[in-house]
């Protein structure tokens, strides 16, 4: 019999039984299952959660055009991409989020947050 534990620890069992452990988590991300392997090293690594993380760039990807004057709305900005204009101002709301939320990458970047 093998049992899979989330938390990773030891399991005692009496007899003649293997038990084979395998330190992950199972959580849920947008109704799917995902499998997160259990960090064993004391500084555990940041999440990504991909779709975010796109989302967040898109906007300030589309934020920055309309600063520089590229495109005069959002509006423009769905035409040209092809999405509904509803999308690029949901995604532009993004940028509404506070700062301690959202911290830009320093990697490549001049901009300080």
Known sequence: MTKIIQTGAA???QGAKLTT???LHIRRSGGR????PASTSSDSAAEHHTP???ALSRAFHWQRLLDEGRVSSGAEIARQEGL???SVNELLRLMLLSPETVRPCSRGSS???
Do not use: G, H, W
Request: aromatic letters at 0%; zero cysteines.
């Open 21 to 23: 452990l395998i330190p």
């Open 11 to 13: 399991v005692q069992q």
């Open 52 to 54: 975010i993380l796109t």
């Open 111 to 113: 901009r300080k947050p």
């Open 84 to 86: 509904n204009q509803s």
């Open 33 to 36: 299952k995902v499998v997160i």
